[in-house]
């Protein structure tokens, strides 16, 4: 499984594989329980991985550059349910972190995906520029997620231009 093939998708705890896409959405497996299930656009919007950025206090980061901090540290993981034990986690982790636009429900969730993805053995790298058969492509129809305030965020999208309504 490469880490290039996972998305988020709004609405769906856990991480899923993309598995395939068509134009009103796209089959997914889930990395938690391993089914497969169809997962509208219209109702979900997908996120990949690879276009997350993590709020620090200089520049935006990528989030497998988080990943990967946490995989050098040899601090265990927190339990996800104690919100002031990630924070602690991430200060001694990841002290570049911006912790005022950075909550505890992002950091909860950075907490639980590294588990999943530890625990199917996914190599945490981002592919090279310029793949051609990556799946940014396949799930150019999907919705970015847009979320005033959320401190883990898409890249900036292409700017689309729509005509002028004309009265």
């Keep these: 499984m490469d880490y290039n093939r996972l998305v988020s998708v709004t609405g769906l705890s856990g991480l899923f594989e993309l598995m395939s896409s068509k134009a009103d959405g796209g089959v997914v497996r889930s990395l938690e329980d391993k089914t497969s299930k169809f997962v509208s656009t219209r109702i979900h919007n997908f ?58 429900s992002d950091m909860k969730k950075m907490v639980k995906w590294f588990a999943q993805l530890q625990a199917n053995n996914v190599e945490i790298k981002l592919s090279e520029e310029g793949a051609e058969d990556a799946p940014e492509a396949t799930v150019a129809k999907a919705k970015p997620v847009e979320s005033k305030g959320s401190a883990v965020k898409n890249a900036p999208a292409k700017k689309i231009n729509t005509p002028r309504k004309m009265a």
């Design 47 to 104: 996120s990949h991985l690879e276009s997350i950025e993590v709020y620090t206090t200089k520049d935006n980061v990528n989030l497998v550059e988080v990943f990967e901090a946490m995989k050098a540290s040899s601090e265990p993981l927190p339990d996800g349910s104690d919100a002031k034990a990630i924070k602690a986690y991430f200060e001694k982790v990841y002290p570049e972190m911006d912790f005022q636009r950075v909550y505890a």
